[in-house]
């Protein structure tokens, strides 16, 4: 029997429509997702993921208990979609809510277009309105709501975002929410100089774009933290223990137990050996301590997220 005092699980399944496609750059599509129960979805925003069941070719989702009361509280819809038969459970794939209004029952994310290799990019491409969809996200009646929020600054004053196109979403999300006492610098990769998005923030926020224009992911944001770095005259007086991750079999995701205390706070996402380049260099070689850092690992290059 359900009560009113139940414990809400933090995600849910949230059945939902695609209501607009908007074409923002030569990589960003956004897609405007709209849903009867969208009024209670988590509204924490900042880097907050969800995870999509991406349709099939012929539109269909297979049920994970989205509409039904009963399973959205015992909260058993990994298990029904694990359970399902291999061809009628649809793929998964993470990624970051960029806008929630509750009050309209719509969000945004905006998808990345890298052509059709993987099923997300692929279904985004021919994505209309009408479509539907599942989306797996936060439940603002949960007390645990909050889970699938990485940013924990703290009470950091000075804060440095790393990431690629797949962590712009997140980055940008964050930017437009920092008070005016907190200074920040954004270091973000992206395929073409088009692809440099609008951001709405204040003056203490520094927002560097690199256009990769055909080089190798991720190879423009090493050097570009280690110029930053320099200027700001970090140094290894100190350097953190660090353990190797081999991004190919391991996911590079490290998060600290506890926010920050004071002073400094980075952010850093994106394609995973990327990440590990600049989780060594601010560690190892510019003395940041882990308690300090976050680092994602968003995607894989020629690894798909359903291996
Ligand atoms: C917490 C989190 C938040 C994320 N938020 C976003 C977001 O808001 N927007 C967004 O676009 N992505 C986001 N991502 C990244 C996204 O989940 C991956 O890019 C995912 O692999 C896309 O799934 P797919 O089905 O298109 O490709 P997959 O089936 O996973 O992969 C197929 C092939 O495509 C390659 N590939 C995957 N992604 C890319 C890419 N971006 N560029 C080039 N090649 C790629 C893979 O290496 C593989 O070879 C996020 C990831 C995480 C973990």
Request: net charge negative; proline share 6%; aromatic share 8%.
């Amino acid at each position: 029997m359900l009560t009113s005092q139940v414990v809400r699980p933090s995600y849910r399944p949230y059945l939902t429509r695609v209501a607009r496609v908007a074409r923002l750059s030569d990589s960003f599509l956004r897609v405007t997702f709209t849903g009867d129960d969208l009024d209670v979805f988590g509204d924490t925003g900042l880097d907050q993921r969800i995870k999509l069941l991406i349709p099939f070719l012929d539109g269909s989702v297979s049920d994970v208990g989205a509409d039904d009361e009963e399973s959205r509280i015992a909260g058993d819809w990994y298990a029904r979609w694990r359970d399902l038969p291999n061809e009628l459970r649809n793929p998964m794939r993470t990624y970051t809510v960029r806008a929630i209004r509750e009050d309209d029952r719509e969000i945004d994310v905006d998808f990345v277009c890298h052509g059709d290799t993987g099923p997300a990019s692929a279904w985004v491409l021919r994505a209309m309105p009408g479509d539907e969809i599942v989306i797996i996200g936060p439940d603002v009646r949960s007390p645990n709501h909050r889970e699938g929020v990485e940013f924990a600054p703290g009470a950091a004053t000075r804060l440095l975002f790393v990431g690629d196109e797949t962590a712009v979403p997140a980055v940008t999300s964050i930017l437009e929410t920092l008070p005016t006492h907190i200074s920040a610098s954004a270091i973000l990769e992206v395929p073409h100089a088009g692809d440099a998005l609008p951001v709405t923030t204040h003056d203490g926020v520094e927002v560097t774009w690199l256009a990769r224009e055909g080089a190798e992911t991720g190879s423009l944001l090493h050097p570009a933290v280690q110029a930053w770095c320099a200027r700001r005259g970090f140094g290894g007086d100190d350097p953190d223990e660090l353990s190797d991750i081999d991004v190919d079999f391991e996911v590079l995701w490290e998060t600290p137990d506890s926010a920050p205390t004071d002073g400094f706070y980075a952010w850093v996402a994106g394609e995973s050996s990327m990440v590990k380049t600049v989780r060594r260099h601010l560690v190892r070689e510019c003395g940041v301590h882990r308690s300090q850092v976050a680092f994602m690992g968003y995607w894989r290059a020629g690894r798909s997220e359903g291996v």
